[in-house]
């Protein structure tokens, strides 16, 4: 009793200094309003030439040709407010420096200018800031081209490689400020921390929890088996089962969670049969990469994509799933032409015993967290889909679910720290650094500039250019660096090519990026991963022999995802 009256006093302690917290707040809010009300203060906005913002710019304002000026930062949107000593009298002369651009200079005449009634700021017109290239261009530049080709080439690991372009920025930049060199000065730290999308970074952490706790039910070995009951031992369509099962894995886990499961159960199966396990493991994987792209967490690439655009679960969902169904007939088809002579030559089942084998394999292994951790899934999905409408975004849903698993089913926590790759995100935040750096630079705005030229005011050219373009260099280097950097390009199309408003363009740029990922071996992660496990079990996928297969199945089935945007977007509106 005495401790349920202690936790009682203390909430309503607790409530009462909340409410005088907040009122304290409102007053000192009603007091700054009341105080700008009685100052006089300008206000602008700068935008670079193709009309995006230009934020951490530095502006300085002159009242009436005073020697010192009142200095301000513009946000994120590219605009700026500066509380100015006194009302000016004849004009404000601004004067604007940022990095990577040329200083811009503007004589405000405020005779005869009104300004707003309430505040009494005095609104400037906006700024266009020109961009400059300087040492620091190419040095981005070369540190982001070293980076992919380090990548392509497998001469670093891609964490490394990121890491490397990241450190030569930095590098550059800290002997730009030594030197006092302003040319060589790519971006500061506070800047590079400012380009990481932290909502991918606990998307992607609190996914793979869920993952690794699901995995130890045993739920995929026993989907596994399920597969070749009811194949019945007939290799042609257990891998059209393997596949479907692989697909819907990945739209709802990732792509490379999935073929981290299914790699080694499908061996174990192949080896059984005494048929090639690449038969089975090859078109798998090209399903994962394909079926991945119909929800927002299926791939890395649909991540960033989502994340940037603000294209949410359902949205992927509705817009990508025939398409994905109608790539995965195409695949289907492809394979079973492909592989025919290896799955005619299958024997058709195993032995007594080693079914046995696979059967005791099978078993769950936790019924009961089984339980748990469906129920906790199938919460998360629902609010993956209604998210948007509950102001949810999918990292929250994704480290909450992550953390009630960690309590209800209460598995080793630090087994599940380990079960993160962590390697990954460190990737992903030295990526988000190096991408940022080309954007801080211009380079970016200098390849839509030249996209926009090209595709002109025709919406449909700009969807064929992304989907081809994005599917043939996603199979030259990693389709996620490559994401990445297109995402600015594919924003700055969107607001310039009328009808782009649909995201239609965001939606090519996920098919082409996953899809070309099916064209070489390092085409996406998932295919790494794969290649991986299977050589460590004596059976490697060369570049060549994937690319043999893989070529055609990316042209085959980007088409087919191509007809479908085309179809819901063109005509179907």
Known sequence: MRTRDHLLGILVTLGMVTALLGFGLLFGAERAVGQSASSWSV????????????????????????????????????????DLPRRPERSLRIEVERSHFRPVEYELDVSGMVPDEEYNALRAPD????????????????AFVLMLTLIALEVLHSTVAALLGAAIMFAATTLGYVLKADGLIVLSMERALSYIDFEVIFLVMGMMIVIGIIEGTGIFQWLAFAAYRVSRGRAWLLVIVLMLITGVASALLDNVTTMLLMTPISLQIAIAMGINPLSFLIPEVLASNIAGI???????????????????????????????????????????????????????GVSGVLYEKMR?????????????????????????????????????????????????????????????????????????????AIQEVGLVSYIATFLADLVGDSLVTGLLILVW???????????????????????????????????VLFYG????????????LIGSSANVVTAGIAERAGYP????????????????TTGAATLWLLLRFFVLG
């Open 509 to 520: 740029l996920s098919v082409g990026a996953a899809m070309g990922g099916n064209g070489s």
């Open 541 to 556: 996928i060369t570049y060549v022999r994937f690319m043999k297969i893989g070529v055609p199945a990316m042209f085959l």
């Open 360 to 436: 005791q394999n099978a078993r769950i292994k936790d019924p009961s967290a089984l339980r748990k951790s469906l129920i906790i899934f199938g919460v998360m999905i629902v609010f993956f889909v209604a998210g948007e409408g509950l102001h949810t975004p999918p990292a929250i849903t994704a480290m909450v679910g992550a953390t009630a698993l960690l309590i209800w089913v209460e598995p080793d926590v630090e087994k599940m720290l380990k079960a993160v790759d962590w390697t990954t995100l460190v990737f992903f935040m030295a990526l988000f650094m190096v991408v940022g």
């Open 43 to 82: 206000t602008g906005r700068l935008i670079d030439p193709q009309g995006q913002p230009v934020s951490a710019a530095t502006v300085r304002v002159y009242v009436d040709g005073d020697d010192e000026p009142i200095e301000a930062e513009t946000h994120d949107d590219g605009t700026y407010l500066i």
């Open 127 to 142: 700024l266009t800031m020109e961009r400059k290239i300087t040492a620091g261009f190419w040095i981005a530049t070369a």
């Open 469 to 503: 373009f994005g599917a043939i260099l996603s199979a030259i280097i990693d389709n996620i660096p490559f994401a990445a950097a297109m995402l600015p390009v594919v924003g700055y199309l969107t607001q310039t090519i009328p009808g782009a408003e649909s995201k």
């Open 294 to 348: 119909s929800t927002l967490i299926g791939t890395p690439t649909n991540i960033l994509i989502g994340s940037y655009a603000g294209i949410t679960f359902d949205d992927f969902l509705i817009n990508q799933t025939v398409g994905v169904v109608l790539a995965l007939i195409v695949l289907i088809v492809y394979t079973e032409i492909v592989y025919r002579k290896e799955y005619r030559a299958a024997s058709g």
